[in-house]
């Protein structure tokens, strides 16, 4: 059997360099991908035994998405990808009365309009070759919503629909697409989103004392999540499956959680969510408690 080419996007860090790495230990041909040259300089070092090149990559830029897909086509002789990982994303925590515009548009562009823009590019390929399948990185929140996260949730929502839309399109001509929905992981991901949370609890935000404990709530769920070898794992699993389900929730256990909101009258879920993200009145009219240090 041929080697199997996969490229991966975001994979500098996380979910990604984890994914790149172990599919390169299973044999595969890896295009690790991602726009911190030294990063990428660094995970190149570390897999230096492996079949596992790096390429810049940037989903926001089109640019850099045509020269990725230039030097895949150069490097393969024009046999293009059998496997594509769309996994670049991060989060945000933001009150939507108040998000700028700046933030909003960055997580539509990164988490939304790239990755059908990375997707447009190496499709032809394998929709030509009549084989292929695209794993697209969603997560829980692709399929229930957060209060403070209801951009980043948007973006889930988005790549949930185009997964699907995706999955029935390129169905007839050979290629699978799955979702993998991760919960929370130990990655980047936890300081991205907070580091952003900052921004919106000045003494000006009517929301500073729940984004506060919000952000406390976001570190404490990261401190007892497991790592990305997880979702690494899952992908790989995936990809050994002849015929793969439309999506897959890692860990599994989350999949109840998704179920038990799906199942709960929606004023019960709110409340539970408000509760535990500070949203209500006590909350809101207390001091804004600083985040833990570290
Ligand atoms: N960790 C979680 O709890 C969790 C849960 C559910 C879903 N997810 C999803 O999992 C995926 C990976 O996240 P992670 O947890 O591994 O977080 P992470 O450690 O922050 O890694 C995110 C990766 O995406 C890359 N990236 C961001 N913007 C990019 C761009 N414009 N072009 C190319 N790469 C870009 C980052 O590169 P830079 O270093 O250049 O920014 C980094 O390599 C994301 O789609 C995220 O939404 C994560």
Redesign the pocket.
């Known amino acids: 059997m041929t080697q199997q080419i996969v490229l991966v996007?975001?994979?500098?860090?996380?979910?990604?360099?984890e994914t790149a790495l172990l599919l390169a230990r299973l044999g595969y041909r890896v295009f690790a991908t991602?726009?911190?040259a030294e990063?990428l300089e660094r995970l190149g070092r570390e897999a230096a035994d492996l079949a596992l090149e790096t390429l810049a990559?940037?989903?926001?830029d089109a640019d850099s998405i045509a020269a990725a897909g230039a030097e895949v086509e150069r490097r393969t002789d024009g046999r293009g990808l059998d496997v594509l990982v769309n996994?670049?994303?991060?989060?945000l925590i933001a009150p939507l009365e108040t998000i700028a515009e700046a933030d909003l548009r960055g997580q539509l562009e990164?988490?939304v309009v790239?990755l059908v823009r990375v997707t447009q590019q190496f499709v032809p390929a394998m929709r030509r070759r009549g084989s292929g399948r695209i794993v697209n990185?969603?997560?829980?929140v692709g399929r229930m919503v957060l209060p403070f996260q209801g951009v980043y949730c948007a973006t889930?929502h988005a790549v949930e629909a185009l997964s699907d839309a995706l999955r029935m399109e390129l169905g007839p001509f050979g290629v699978r697409v799955t979702l993998v929905e991760?919960?929370?992981?130990k990655?980047?991901?936890?300081e991205?989103s907070t580091g952003s949370a900052a921004r919106y609890r000045g003494p000006e935000s009517p929301y500073a004392p729940a984004v506060a404990l919000y952000e406390r709530t976001v570190r404490a769920w990261d401190a007892s999540?497991p790592g990305?070898a997880i979702v690494a794992r899952k992908i790989a699993k995936v990809l050994r499956r002849k015929r793969p389900r439309a999506r897959y929730v890692v860990p599994g256990r989350f999949g109840a959680a998704i179920w038990a909101v799906r199942l709960t009258p929606t004023r019960w879920v709110d409340a539970i969510f408000r509760r535990n993200v500070g949203l209500t009145p006590q909350v809101l009219a207390g001091p804004v408690e600083p985040p833990p240090t570290g």
Do not use: C, E, Q
């Open positions: 996007t975001g994979a500098t860090g996380g979910i990604g360099r991602g726009r911190k990063l990559l940037d989903v926001n996994n670049a994303g991060f989060g990164t988490n790239g990185v969603s997560s829980v889930k991760p919960g929370p992981i990655t980047r991901f936890a991205t999540s990305p």
